[in-house]
Every structure is written in structure tokens, then in C-alpha cells.
């Protein structure tokens, strides 16, 4: 069955970088595309970005234009989430998802915390 582990979470200062990882298993992980949503505590769902199989087109939602990109490794089946200059408000659980054959599937989430 199709599964989702983020890794790579943890506490920052603000102007950190961190990386987080989505591994994947279940289903030909480059014929799909793969995205990131984050919550904050207290706030719904905020898409983060997108990266279609071949890596090849991203997207990226305004809040973190210039700060987060996006990737994929086909080979290790893992999207990545490059996270740079990162503030207070990106603090948040950050989830990876697939959408297989018409059913969206979720990791358990990472968190991530911005604080000094």
C-alpha cells in the first residue's frame, strides 16, 4: 500500500535552513506528482508546493516563493523540501502527499519550529 515518512524536522533559529524528506513507498513514485501542505497549530491546511514526476515543474505558494524548493530523487523515490530564511510563521506539522488513482494519500507529518 502506498506510504509517506517525513524526516527532517526540528527547532531553527529564525534565518535557518532545514531539509525535509518525504520517502515514499507502494505505487511507481515517478510516474506521480508529489506536494507538500503544512498546519500551524490553531490554522487549516496551507499548500506548500508541488513537483510533477520528472521533477521537472514546481510550484511554490506565494508565502514561500524564494525561501523553499522543491525536489525529487526518482531513484531514492524521495521528495524533498528545501526550507532557507525560514521565520517564526513557517512553524507548522509539514505533510507530503500523493494522489494515486484517484485517492490522496498523507504522511504523519514533521514538525518544524522557528524560534529563537
Known amino acids: 500500500q502506498v506510504q509517506l515518512v517525513e524526516s527532517g524536522g526540528g527547532l531553527v533559529q529564525p534565518g535557518g535552513s532545514l531539509r525535509l524528506s518525504c520517502a515514499a513507498s507502494g505505487f511507481t513514485f515517478s510516474d506521480y506528482s508529489m506536494g507538500w501542505v503544512r498546519q500551524a497549530p490553531g490554522k487549516g491546511l496551507e499548500w506548500v508546493s508541488d513537483i510533477d514526476g520528472g521533477g521537472g515543474r514546481t510550484y511554490l505558494a506565494d508565502s514561500v516563493k524564494g525561501r523553499f524548493t522543491i525536489s525529487r530523487d526518482n531513484a531514492k523515490k524521495t521528495v524533498y523540501l528545501q526550507m532557507k530564511s525560514l521565520k517564526p510563521e513557517d512553524t507548522a506539522v509539514y505533510s507530503c502527499?500523493?494522489?494515486?488513482?484517484?485517492?490522496?494519500?498523507w504522511g504523519r507529518g514533521t514538525q518544524v519550529t522557528v524560534s529563537s
Open positions: 502527499y500523493v494522489e494515486v488513482n484517484d485517492s490522496w494519500y
